[in-house]
């Protein structure tokens, strides 16, 4: 089914702000219309998949159990709106971790494509279709590394209009 579309949404800075780290769920806060906006592209069809760099696990800050509980969480509250993400993709890796696995797979880090490859590769996608979220440079070079189109958001943008102009390109 080549039909499938995916949003590739960065997660701070996009779903909630950016203060840094955010790995607990008191420090997660949701920015304006997100719920809507993810509410939106489950019902356009799209597929919404997480792509997150998390240094933070390999700089030793927090565990990857601790960010698994924020994923989880944030899933339930999208529920509650009837939507979901279809999926968190995140790069827990800093190269000068002192846990060698945190050291490896730096070809899941953002710019780089691993995190979009492996979500195209478990699902037959319509590249063309789809599109990337982000709200940094390293977001708008991934996307022209994997040649998708690419929006940039900041603080105050309303995501839910954003989705909505990038699902009628």
């Not at 993810?38 to 390999?58: A, E, F, M, P």
């Not at 780089?112 to 590249?127: E, H, P, S, T, Y």
């Amino acid at each position: 089914m080549k039909d499938r579309k995916i949003a590739f949404l960065d997660r701070d800075g996009v779903l909630n702000y950016d203060y840094g780290y955010v790995h607990k769920i008191k420090d997660f806060k949701w920015k304006k219309n997100v719920k809507k906006a993810i509410k939106y592209l489950n019902d356009n069809n799209y597929l919404v998949v997480i792509v997150s760099n998390q240094s933070g696990i390999g700089r030793g800050y927090y565990k990857e159990a601790d960010l698994k509980k924020l994923h989880s969480w944030i899933q339930v509250e999208l529920k509650k709106k009837d939507a979901k993400i279809d999926k968190f993709y995140f790069a827990p890796y800093y190269k000068f971790s002192t846990t060698k696995k945190y050291r490896l797979e730096k070809s899941l880090r953002k710019p780089n494509i691993g995190m979009i490859r492996l979500a195209l590769r478990k699902w037959n996608v319509n590249k063309k279709r789809s599109f990337i979220i982000g709200d940094k440079l390293i977001d708008k070079k991934l996307a022209n590394n994997v040649k998708m189109n690419f929006a940039k958001v900041n603080k105050n943008s309303d995501l839910l209009k954003v989705i909505k102009k990038m699902c009628h390109i």
